[in-house]
């Protein structure tokens, strides 16, 4: 893939005027009962990166499949291109464990109306940097998690959509194959695509251009994740002791320390809160996970703990 | 181990269809063979033609009951009566009286030969020396050594296209869920109806050459006649194929996994082989359960296979069973299409797919989807 293509795909992209943005607004999902999304906007925009992100069952593969046109929208709107100018990566790999690698490739290919001349000069490229060229004839069931993870990000992309939808394509695949997988993300908004991929991975999501958190099916934070992280209210403290009691449920564990939440008119904390062998800790400024934390905490503590009361919430949670 | 018997147990309270399968199918099977299964014919239709025939029909004695007397007719008549599936037997009477038994409806034509042997004498139906068929050898037509070959291969070609049709073509289907690429064609530019066609083709042609092989082993290696049209039979065979490739894709729209998919397409088969006609008389299947088996479609091609390879019946004796094949095919086509539509057009409340311009976004009511 070179720089020549992926501007030539841009320039195209551009030519037919669907330089336009995707997303979702007011989107409700209801299955039976269970409301799985509840009033949820997102935007895509051409040649961006979105990311989902929020815990399981948080609704990001309802969202993702919607969008996708997999999932039936309930209320709300869902903008999103015709189906041929989609590309979709489900919460599995998404091709056929029984087709070798070439195979998958060229049945997308020819779902979307893409010649095999044209499809095997863009795939050619996409497999041999993330090392899938060698497994060409090889089935997609026999690969390891991590490539066919690749692969389906690269069948995704064959037919250069306008719109890709990835949902956690990064879950499950190691290190080095997560570079593999964003740098094909990053190809795909590179030549003028709209991505939103799902992440449980938040320092994957700081690198994107805008994050939505999810949770319980519910919008908690949107915006770039300098704007999540900015606004996170009240004050986050580290401290090197446990948390005290009535702050245990706005308290979690992070790479061996506790880091509380104080949320706007919580008590400032100080020596005279300070047990035996506690201080106060020090205010520290949130990064995005800890903002996805601290905006989970708020949506899940009872209005009692938010403050001063105390309550057995998250007690002793470590996130 | 306690443990693990009460893990198992709630398993299978939740395994809803395994616990059918396992506690209702066995007490059907039963009430249903009970019914069903029985090799006694114990009454054969027959007709009776020539000038002497009425008095030939008055003089017919149990098993035999005429359905039809005709005077005015003759032996072609009673041939073709016998060819068309109207009775198992034939009375002709005239200056050369004729007693004609259907040899494929094995059972009926051996209970006929048994009843025709112990009135007495060789051609008599129940008749006395004096009577207008005395003299009259029985007759076997079709299948003169009454093979059961002869009526299990063209029956048995059927089974092999339930068995394609149904099991083989719901669990390709099902495979696609399991594997989460049903979800993916969802969102393909591809109508429903091509996915379908798509699925449903390949097993179709594997079918077609299935049944191909079973016919050419049972013409070649058992010496089965092929005695009637091809094109009549191969029609019957599409129509079959359309009804069990249909019943396969809905089966498949039901299940979550192949194994739920194997249960229920057993579920569907199993009573298929012992309520058709290929195994047990139709004639001899309680009138309480027997209508169970007009419901499945091999019973009708079972009655198209038997009646075209061996009795050379032309399409409009078979009129009927191509009847209700066409309408099981249509409804189970039609009920696939749909449930495979309802799965593949979920962002779409059911509408029609296409692929509109992004020009023509506009915001869809109820689902408020814009595209």
């Known amino acids: 893939m070179t720089a020549a293509q992926r501007a030539d795909g841009a320039r195209r992209r551009a030519a037919s005027g669907t330089d336009r943005e995707w997303g979702t607004r007011d989107l409700s999902v209801r299955f039976g009962k269970r409301t ?15 990311a989902v992100v929020g815990g399981d069952g948080a609704g990001k593969s309802t969202l993702l499949g919607c969008l996708a046109g997999a999932v039936a929208a309930s209320q709300g709107e869902v903008q999103r291109p015709p189906a041929a100018r989609v590309g979709y990566l489900p919460s599995g790999s998404g091709v056929y464990p029984d087709l070798t690698v070439a195979e998958n490739l060229a049945f997308r290919a020819s779902v979307y109306g893409v010649s095999s001349a044209v499809a095997g000069q863009r795939v050619t490229g996409l497999l041999e940097r993330t090392g899938l060229a060698s497994a060409r004839q090889r089935l997609a069931g026999q690969l390891s998690g991590g490539m066919r993870k690749k692969l389906g990000v690269v069948a995704a992309m064959v037919h250069e959509p306008e719109l890709l939808v990835l949902d956690e394509p990064t879950t499950g695949v190691d290190p080095v194959s997560r570079a593999d997988v964003w740098w094909l993300i990053i190809i795909a908004a590179s030549e003028g695509a709209a991505v939103i991929v799902s992440t449980s991975y938040l320092d994957e999501a700081e690198r994107t251009a805008s994050v939505l958190v999810l949770s319980h099916g519910r919008q908690l934070a949107a915006g770039t994740p300098a704007e999540i992280m900015a606004g996170v209210p009240g004050a986050l403290r580290a401290i090197r002791g446990r948390p005290q009691e009535d702050e245990q449920p706005r308290a979690w564990l992070r790479a061996g320390q506790w880091r509380v939440w104080d949320p706007p008119g919580a008590c400032a904390p100080g020596p005279a809160r300070g047990g035996a062998g506690r201080d106060g800790g020090s205010v520290i400024q949130p990064d995005l996970d800890d903002a996805v934390t601290v905006a989970e905490l708020g949506s899940e503590l009872r209005p009692a703990d938010r403050v001063e009361g105390a309550g057995p919430g998250l007690a002793g949670g470590a996130r | 181990m306690l443990g693990m018997i009460v893990k198992e147990f709630r398993q299978l309270r939740r395994d809803r269809r395994t616990l059918a399968l396992m506690i209702v199918m066995p007490a059907v099977l039963l009430i249903v063979l009970g019914y069903a299964a029985s090799f006694d014919v114990s009454s054969i239709s027959a007709v009776v033609s020539g000038p002497q025939a009425a008095t030939a029909a008055a003089a017919l004695h149990p098993p035999f009951h005429a359905v039809d007397v005709a005077p005015g007719q003759d032996a072609a008549w009673a041939h073709s009566q016998l060819r068309d599936g109207k009775a198992v037997a034939a009375f002709v009477t005239g200056a050369r009286p004729q007693v ?21 004498h060789s051609g008599g139906a129940g008749a006395s020396a004096s009577a207008p068929l005395a003299g009259a050898a029985p007759q076997i037509l079709f299948n003169p050594e009454l093979k059961t070959s002869y009526i299990m291969i063209p029956g048995l070609a059927g089974l092999v296209l339930v068995f394609i049709g149904t099991i083989i073509t719901a669990l390709g289907v099902v495979r696609e869920r399991e594997t989460g690429t049903l979800e993916q064609l969802a969102v393909m530019p591809i109508r429903p ?5 798509g699925k449903v083709v390949p097993y179709f042609v594997v079918a077609a050459v299935d049944l191909g092989i079973v016919l050419t082993i049972g013409v070649s290696v058992f010496g089965v006649p092929f005695n009637g049209s091809v094109a009549v039979y191969a029609l019957g065979a599409l129509l079959f194929l359309f009804a069990t490739l249909g019943t396969g894709v809905v089966i498949s729209s039901v ?15 199993l009573p298929q082989v012992l309520l058709s006609g290929l195994i047990f008389p139709l004639g001899s299947i309680a009138v309480g359960v027997r209508w169970i088996s007009y419901v499945f479609p091999l019973t009708y091609f079972t009655e198209i296979s038997r009646g075209v390879m061996l009795r050379d019946e032309p399409i409009s004796g ?18 696939a299409t749909l449930r495979f539509r309802a799965y593949l057009q979920p962002a779409e409340g059911h509408k029609r797919r296409r692929a509109p311009a992004p020009e023509e976004a506009t915001a869809l009511a109820g689902a408020g989807e814009r595209k």
């Open chain 1, 36 to 50: 799985a999304l509840d009033h949820v906007t997102l935007r895509a925009a051409p040649g961006q990166i979105g």
């Open chain 2, 100 to 120: 004609l038994v259907d040899g494929s409806q094995l059972f009926a034509a051996r209970a006929a030969v048994t009843a025709l042997s112990s009135l007495g």
């Open chain 2, 193 to 197: 109806r091509d996915v379908f066609l």
């Open chain 2, 255 to 269: 299940s979550q996994n192949q194994g739920q998919a194997t249960q229920l397409a057993l579920m569907t088969v």
């Open chain 2, 318 to 335: 078979l009129w009927l069973p191509f009847a209700c094949l066409a309408g099981i095919g249509f409804a189970m086509l039609v009920l």
